[in-house]
């Protein structure tokens, strides 16, 4: 069975702290997506990868095959990240984590 | 190509009636996917297509819901004799391939009352 473990499942944040979401999986994958989704929202792919590291912004999105972990890092968080964070494995199709929900206050 | 388009956008309906949600994906796109998401929770797989062959199905697929993808283009997902557990926004997402990055639509919301 694929299962995928986020975690913190809510976090809130004072603005301008590091953020770390941490995403598990039980199965190996041809690679990982993170998404993001604002409440009301449509939900926004902000990385796609299937080793190492990537970087957007003040995004960063880091993956360790071998031991199917995932985290996904925001510096510097401000109130306008404030939303949803979804990680989704992909294993031909994508399955989604339940999503950590990120409040980041002023 | 604007993305992945959903039609309609909200969608209220009766108990017991059925209804018809069309995606129309990037043109490029061979893979399509249809997602639901109720509130507060994540995404759940329905199913997808590489073309326009129906390669998996989640069994969250009753038999009441049906997806189609004719020619390979844009897709619709039926539902009969809705039901208000129903309820819930379907959202369609699209991609080159296995691999490759998903763009999302902004979902279909259904209301069943």
């Known amino acids: 069975k694929n299962e995928v473990e986020q975690s913190p499942q809510n976090l809130t944040a004072q603005e301008g702290e590091f953020i770390t979401i941490n995403c598990s999986y039980s199965?190996?994958?041809?690679?990982l997506h993170w998404l993001q989704q604002h409440p009301g929202g449509g939900i926004v792919s902000l990385f796609m990868?299937?080793?190492g590291k990537k970087k957007h912004g003040r995004l960063i999105a880091t993956i360790n095959i071998q031991e199917k972990h995932s985290s996904l890092h925001i510096t510097a968080s401000h109130p306008r990240d404030s939303a949803v964070y979804i990680c989704?494995?992909?294993?031909?199709?994508?399955?989604f984590g339940a999503g950590t929900r990120l409040t980041v206050k002023p | 190509d604007t993305g992945v388009s959903q039609d309609p956008r909200h969608k209220i309906t009766k108990r017991g009636q059925n209804v018809t949600f069309r995606c129309d994906p990037i043109?490029?796109?061979?893979?399509l996917y249809w997602y639901r998401q109720t509130l507060g929770q994540g995404p759940e797989f329905l199913t997808y297509?590489?073309?326009?062959?129906?390669?998996?199905k989640s069994r969250l697929l009753s038999d009441r819901f049906s997806a189609e993808r004719p020619k390979g283009s844009f897709s619709t997902l039926e539902i009969q004799r809705t039901e208000q557990g129903d309820s819930a926004m379907y959202l369609c997402?699209?991609?080159?391939?296995?691999?490759?990055?998903?763009?999302f639509g902004s979902g279909t919301r259904l209301t069943v009352v």
């Open positions: 997402a699209s991609s080159l391939g296995q691999g490759f990055g998903y763009t």
């Open positions: 199965v190996g994958i041809s690679a």
């Open positions: 990868l299937s080793s």
């Open positions: 989704a494995p992909s294993w031909g199709d994508m399955r």
């Open positions: 043109s490029e796109h061979n893979r």
């Open positions: 297509f590489q073309n326009e062959a129906q390669l998996e």
